[in-house]
């Protein structure tokens, strides 16, 4: 839940990475911590496996300046994708402000995928929350490997919905797609609480186009469903 | 959602529990892991790494309980070398907790921790009555333009 911290002037935000077993999550905030130079970071805390596998969440806060006066601090959570650590992954959820869900791009996780993704609902339920009211962007890893599947069905298997998420190609490995990932999904969430979306979030469905999955011709509000909450 | 209000009544309840208890620090966490107040000194530990594994460990410990049947779950303290942590339910998805060191002792820590936690569940609980009553949090002023970039 978006808390405003008025003695500290800081608002803080919560965003979970979710997705299979070994899609990249972990991954993802590695390189964030690597790549983020501008915004004052914490440490990364990993809850993990001595195999390096997530056993409760993974942790990172991002302090940045959004709004005048104000800090705003994103809290970045990974849940352990592994199927016997569900009671986790509705802990890591409670209190979630937007998602981020991790596809693996391997042919053989496709199953995994769609069974994470339907995990992500059910669990929101037992949260009393739903993707209708937590802003979330999509994200298709692992574009670099040989057997990839190509976008378009991955874009027909996760985002075939009047509204379209915002969805982006990732190698989380080597830092393609991440920050631009993290910043959509920010922007998302800061646009939920503003009371004057600006033109920056409505106009952000193609942020980097060499990036973001092209939106379809038929669907002209690519990510613009989930702005004006 | 605490107004600046409540947030600063919570912390002079905070400061008045660790001037009895002669604790060291205190804060009031939510189940989600955010840090809504607090009192003391940690130095330089990261506190929103503190509440994040606080709030997690804390969670953890309640699911086990509860899987053990054990419907109750109030307190859940770690005994350290020089220094403590009672973490302590308060209503609301919320929690308190407490480091201290050898200047006093968990019974003192823990007595004084179930007084102040009364008085913070009426706090908590005033403000969630407003809360229901009260618009969505919606914050005021125009995002500077591009800084909503994290780089
Ligand atoms: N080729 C390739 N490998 C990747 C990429 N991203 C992550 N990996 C690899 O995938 C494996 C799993 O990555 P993690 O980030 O640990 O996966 P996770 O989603 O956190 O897994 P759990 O914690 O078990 O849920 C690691 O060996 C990574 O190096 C990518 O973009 N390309
Ligand atoms: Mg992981």
Redesign the pocket.
């Known amino acids: 839940m978006a808390f405003i911290n008025y003695s500290s002037r800081e608002i803080q935000l919560k965003i979970v ?1 979710y ?12 390189t964030l911590h690597k790549q983020i130079t501008h915004a004052q970071k914490g440490e990364l805390v990993s809850l ?1 496996t001595d195999a ?3 056993l409760f969440f ?1 942790f990172l806060s991002l302090n940045t300046k959004t709004l005048p006066g104000f800090t705003t601090r994103f809290q970045l959570y ?5 199927a016997i ?1 569900n009671t986790t992954r509705q802990l890591v959820l409670k209190g979630v402000d937007g998602i981020v869900f ?1 596809v ?1 791009s391997h042919w053989d996780k496709m199953a995994d995928n769609v069974e994470s993704f339907a995990n992500l609902q059910e669990n929101l339920i037992e949260n009393h929350l739903s993707l209708v009211q937590i802003p979330y962007v999509l994200q298709y ?5 040989p057997n990839a599947a190509p976008i378009n069905y991955l874009e027909y298997t996760f985002n075939n919905r009047a509204n379209r998420a915002l969805a982006f190609e ?5 830092g ?1 797609g991440v920050l631009e990932t993290l910043n959509a999904a920010a922007r998302l969430l800061l646009a939920k609480y503003s009371k004057t979306p600006n033109a920056n979030v409505t106009g952000m469905s193609r942020p980097n186009p060499t990036v973001a999955v092209p939106p379809q011709s038929d669907s002209p509000q690519v990510g613009a469903g989930n702005v004006a909450a | 959602m605490l107004t600046a209000e409540d947030q600063m009544a919570i912390e002079q309840r905070l400061a008045d529990f660790l001037n009895k208890s002669e604790a060291q620090w205190s804060a009031l966490v939510d189940k989600g892991g955010n840090l809504f107040a607090q009192s003391g000194d940690t130095g330089t530990l990261d506190l929103s790494i503190l509440s994040a594994l606080a709030a997690g460990s804390f969670a953890a410990t309640h699911e086990l309980a509860k899987r053990l049947g054990e419907s109750e779950f109030s307190a859940l303290y770690h005994e350290g070398h020089g220094q403590h942590i009672l973490m302590s339910a308060l209503h609301h998805e919320c929690l308190l907790v407490t480091i201290f060191g050898e200047k006093t002792n968990i019974g003192l820590v823990r007595f004084y921790a179930q007084q102040v936690t009364v008085s913070l569940n009426e706090l908590l609980k005033g403000a969630s009555e407003k809360e229901a009553t009260a618009e969505p949090l919606q914050l005021e002023g125009n995002f500077l333009d591009n800084q909503a970039t994290i780089t």
């Open positions: 990475y997705g299979a077993a070994l899609c990249g999550k972990t991954t993802n905030l590695v993990a390096d596998r997530t993974d990974t849940v352990p994708g592994q650590y991790v693996d890893n692992k574009r670099d490997i990732a190698v989380a490995a080597t393609v």
